[in-house]
């Protein structure tokens, strides 16, 4: 897990999964997907492929 700002980091934006009450998860997609929580953005992101953000996502969905 990164702890800083990576320049070559595409834009982050509030997932769409979000409550929208505080509660947020901000993404960043690109070569891969970055997520973090928004109240505790220094502990950290996690990265995933592409596919296994895919993945991920259908899996949530059933």
């Not at 320049?7 to 997609?29: K, M, Y």
């Not at 891969?32 to 592409?50: A, M, P, Y």
């Amino acid at each position: 897990m990164k702890s800083f700002e990576d320049p070559t980091t595409p834009p982050w934006h509030v997932s769409s999964f979000s409550s929208g009450q505080g509660n947020c998860v901000e993404v960043a997609e690109g070569h891969n997907v970055l997520v973090r929580d928004t109240k505790h953005r220094q502990h950290g992101l996690l990265s995933f492929t592409t596919q296994e953000w895919t993945h991920l996502l259908n899996t949530l969905q059933r």
